[in-house]
């Protein structure tokens, strides 16, 4: 079973929208209440990331028998430090991203903790990927 999203920069009125449908499909697949916990927060801040960083990204989800597989990439700054960024409270969000109550740098932290296996490729200037799984 294979989902795909488009994700806007800058919409925060959507963000999350990608994530709620992955948790309702979950949810009536039967899937433990505490494996959904772990994939909906790992989603909505890789949502979060590309909304308050990128121009725009995809989610692509996958869910098979024995693990749920996510690709989140974007289009945007990219990361220059990947290990600086993986500090807690680390942030490179703007102001006005900080004012919506966002970018307390704790999207990648909190992914990594909430996956079994987290990839992170980026590219200074072209964008983001990350690939995620939770096994099941």
Do not use: C, W
Request: net charge negative; no cysteine; glycine share 12%.
């Amino acid at each position: 079973m294979q989902y795909e999203f488009q994700i806007e920069g800058g919409n925060f009125s959507g963000a999350g929208e990608s994530t709620s449908v992955i948790k309702k499909t979950l949810k009536q697949l039967g899937i433990d209440s505490t494996i959904i916990k772990r994939v909906v927060i790992a989603l909505f801040e890789a949502e979060i990331n590309v909304v308050a960083h990128a121009y725009n990204g995809k989610m692509i989800v996958e869910i098979f028998e024995d693990q749920i597989k996510m690709i989140v990439e974007d289009n945007g700054p990219g990361i220059e430090n990947i290990e600086l960024a993986m500090q807690e409270g680390y942030s490179t969000a703007s102001e006005k991203v900080r004012e919506m109550g966002f970018g307390a740098g704790m999207g990648l932290p909190n992914i990594k903790k909430n996956t079994d296996v987290l990839n992170i490729q980026s590219t200074p200037g072209v964008g983001t990927k990350l690939e995620m799984i939770v096994y099941i």
